[in-house]
């Protein structure tokens, strides 16, 4: 379950969340976490440009945060965020965009909409070089190159899905993982419905979170002329999930009639086939409409970030406090950042839970290193979790004492992930659509109903 969006103060400091248990947890943890450092420099900055680079939930969160740290005038800073999209995506709830429950405004607003009335500046385009020893950062922007200047610089690039580790997936095989890919897969399932098939067949490669939630949405999508597999290479599905929501997603995977096939290795995807090694080391072929991989990521790298220090998955090598090691003013935090949590020295997955923790010390960080006061050390508060088993079914493991399943879950995670929406206005909208959504679709119906009458 993705962590909310509020963050907490250094002891003796306003807290600024959104109230509530969440708020309490939060200030508790990070009370423990505290951790003095020395300033970063001996003369106070006015104005520093802070660039974050990166808008998914680490950077867009840690802007959010920055905006409300309490900031004299002096200091104020020029933030800047800069992401290759215009939108930002709820990855999460990518799933519902599939069925169709919700719309693409409301889990991908654009950013000039999040950001409106503020003082952050929005620079989309690709990152074309950084220069740490300079402090710049080049931006290829849509009518021109943008060179930035900062004083602190937060790296939140992400990763990006992984397709050339499976021969053939680049050519046969689709990923899904951001905004266009959700639009792809919508667009072939509808194409696939209006067909004549009797049976669509579809082959998801992959049984963690991502591939069990979208096997789910598809069989739920198909209805009877689904006829979807799930390959895992393990002996089981979610193999890294709490007991709950394991057991919860098998039953629902066999209601939905959702093959699953184990020790599954794939071997090669071919035009409308994939081609793996079940246990038995014998090789299979199954046949598929529609074939979607989920297996591996990869961090999404830029010209010149293999200037700072970096591990041997390219994830940039963090301190206690997020900041880049031997990078003073370089911060890193979510699946680009090899981080740890401080009391545990346990390393970070790459969730949305871990990156909106994660802005909340980096957001806090970069402030303590410019106004002067201490910084905190990460800790990570495992709050459980939540997925989506299809339109009308969902699990949640949370907090190690509150296990849903069915509609409950369905209702509680979406209350939940509407709370945790980026902006107290986006946050309205969405809201509103969910509650006149009933409404809308019972005028619909009767009009419908009216007009077949009528004819």
């Not at 890294?240 to 184990?262: G, I, W």
Request: hydrophobic share 40%.
């Amino acid at each position: 379950m993705e962590r909310g969006c509020g963050f907490a103060m250094n002891p003796g400091s306003r807290i600024l969340h959104r109230a509530g248990m969440q708020g309490l947890l939060r200030r508790k943890r990070m009370r423990a976490g505290f951790v003095a450092v020395s300033a970063m420099s001996s003369d106070p900055l006015v104005r520093p440009n802070i660039v974050v680079l990166g808008g998914g939930f680490g950077g867009l969160y840690t802007t959010l945060h920055l905006m409300n740290m309490p900031w004299s005038r002096l200091q104020k800073p020029r933030i800047t965020l800069v992401d290759r999209s215009d939108r930002f995506v709820f990855l999460p709830l990518l799933y519902d965009l599939l069925s169709g429950s919700m719309s693409t405004a409301e889990i991908a607003p654009y950013y000039v909409e999040l950001l409106q009335n503020s003082d952050v500046r929005f620079q989309m385009g690709a990152i074309t070089s950084l220069d740490p020893d300079a402090k710049t950062v080049q931006v290829d922007g849509k009518d021109e190159v943008h060179n930035i200047e900062f004083d602190r610089l937060v790296v939140a690039t992400g990763a990006g899905p992984v397709l050339d580790s499976i021969p053939g997936a680049e050519d046969h095989a689709h990923a899904f993982y951001g905004l266009e890919d959700a639009f792809l897969v919508k667009e072939k399932l509808r194409e696939l419905l209006s067909s004549e098939l009797s049976s669509i067949k579809v082959v998801i490669i992959g049984a963690g979170f991502n591939g069990v939630e979208l096997s789910s949405t598809i069989a739920d999508v198909l209805g009877e002329r689904g006829c979807v597999t799930l390959l895992s290479r393990d002996d089981g599905i979610l193999k890294d999930s709490k007991p709950h929501n394991r057991r919860t997603a098998e039953n629902s995977l066999r209601k939905l009639r959702v093959n699953v096939e184990t020790k599954a290795s794939v071997e090669r995807i071919e035009e409308g086939s994939v081609v793996f090694k079940s246990e038995s080391s014998e090789e299979e072929s199954i046949q598929a409409d529609l074939i979607l991989c989920t297996a591996g990521t990869r961090t999404s790298g830029f010209p010149g970030l293999s200037k700072l220090p970096q591990n041997g998955r390219g994830q940039l090598q963090t301190t206690k406090t997020l900041q880049v090691k031997e990078s003073p003013g370089i911060f890193a935090l979510g699946d680009i950042a090899a981080s740890t949590d401080f009391s545990s020295s346990t390393p970070s997955k790459a969730t949305a839970q871990v990156a909106l923790q994660q802005a909340d010390y980096v957001a806090w960080n970069v402030y303590a290193s410019i106004a002067d006061e201490p910084a905190l050390a990460y800790r990570y508060l495992d709050l459980g979790e939540m997925m989506s088993l299809g339109d009308h079914d969902a699990s949640i493991s949370a907090l190690d004492s509150i296990n849903l399943s069915g509609k409950a879950a369905v209702a509680f995670r979406r209350a939940v992930y509407l709370a945790r929406m980026p902006t107290d206005l986006h946050r309205l909208r969405t809201t509103a659509s969910f509650a006149t959504r009933p409404l809308v679709s019972k005028a619909n119906q009767s009009l419908t109903e009216l007009l077949r009458e009528m004819s």
